[in-house]
């Protein structure tokens, strides 16, 4: 899987998180999502937008792929 591929595949797991998460608040109310992991797949999916607009020469750019690379190969590994 390619780098762009990966990140895709990254934000496809955090939108099915949240749509987890909604699924709950709405049964059992936002109070549900007070100690959820919910802020930081905002955070993930940020940093994800910005590396696909992002100029491959720009110098944060290596770091940024390593970092989601990590976060995505968790996903791969522990599905769901």
């Known amino acids: ?3 762009r591929e990966l990140v895709s ?3 496809r797991c955090n939108s099915e998180d949240n749509h987890a998460y ?3 608040a709405h049964r059992f109310g936002a ?7 919910l ?3 905002d ?3 940020l940093l994800a937008q910005e590396w696909q607009v992002m100029d491959p020469t720009d110098k ?5 792929t390593y970092a989601l ?5 968790a996903y791969l590994q522990h599905p769901g």
Request: proline share 3%; charged share 30%.
């Open 60 to 64: 944060r750019h290596a770091g940024l």
């Open 69 to 73: 690379r990590v976060i995505a190969e």
């Open 9 to 11: 595949y990254l934000r």
């Open 43 to 45: 955070q993930i999916d």
């Open 31 to 37: 109070d549900a999502l007070l100690d959820s992991h």
């Open 1 to 3: 899987m390619n780098d």
């Open 22 to 24: 909604a699924d709950v």
């Open 39 to 41: 802020p930081m797949l």
